[in-house]
């Protein structure tokens, strides 16, 4: 029986503006004159180390574990004040209320009619369930259950082997993309604010700045290669 492929998501940066509620919650959490102006310099200065992390750590300790530490580096390195244990934990607690791009839900509902879709994400089981996100998309894969973070390509072939040779991921980041294309995923990436492609790497075929748009595209991506069998889902 001919089955449309499975379509996954990230979320944290195709379907979730990470950046506006990172730095909501920084500025949130710090409010005085000892913090520096800028919370959003703050927590892209955060995300950085916390990816650094997560190519560089080669024994899986899992997301919390390395925000933490990528916490602490950044307040010793910047002479910040406060404490940084409260910091992520508090960065951490707010991820249920971080905004959705515009178009996520619209989106994904709509690839949904005709696709299997799930998610693929770096972050902690616990973290990712008080997402909205969970609510709309059941199927879900991420780096605590395959024990290593993207960009490595072993996340990429977990995914394969869960939901399917022939599936198609949707990032918006350099690293998700990039990763997700040297591993032989099929790709149509986003295009989100604050994101831009790693110039010395492979860049995808297929792009979208509205998540709406995707199900034309998946239409035609898929209609080119052809019919595929497999069981229902």
Not at 84 to 91: G, M, S
Not at 92 to 121: E, T
Not at 124 to 151: G, H
Not at 161 to 176: C, E, K, N, Q
Request: glycine letters at 6%; hydrophobic letters at 40%.
């Amino acid at each position: 029986m001919s089955r449309a492929p499975t379509v996954t998501f990230d979320v944290y940066s195709a379907l979730v503006d990470s950046r506006t509620g990172g730095s909501t919650a920084l500025a949130e959490l710090f409010t005085g004159e000892a913090w520096p102006p800028d919370p959003e310099a703050v927590f892209v200065a955060w995300d950085r180390r916390n990816k650094t992390l997560h190519r560089t750590t080669t024994e899986f300790v899992g997301f919390r574990a390395l925000a933490h530490r990528a916490m602490r580096e950044l307040f010793d390195d910047e002479n910040l004040p406060g404490d940084p244990v409260t910091a992520t934990d508090h960065l951490l607690a707010s991820l249920p209320d971080w905004p959705l791009w515009p178009d996520a839900d619209a989106g994904v509902r709509q690839v949904a009619r005709r696709h299997p879709v799930a998610l693929l994400s770096n972050i902690d089981d616990d973290l990712l369930r008080a997402t909205d996100v969970c609510s709309w998309v059941e199927d879900r894969l991420t780096s605590e259950q395959a024990r290593v973070y993207k960009p490595h390509a072993g996340l990429y072939l977990a995914a394969r082997a869960r939901f399917g040779d022939d599936l198609i991921h949707v990032p918006a980041s350099s690293r998700d993309t990039r990763g997700a294309l040297e591993a032989g995923l099929s790709v149509v990436r986003v295009r989100r604010p604050g994101h831009e492609l790693d110039p010395s790497g492979p860049r995808p075929t297929h792009e979208v700045d509205d998540l709406r748009d995707l199900p034309d595209v998946l239409a035609r991506l898929t209609a080119a290669r052809g019919p595929r069998t497999g069981p229902d889902r």
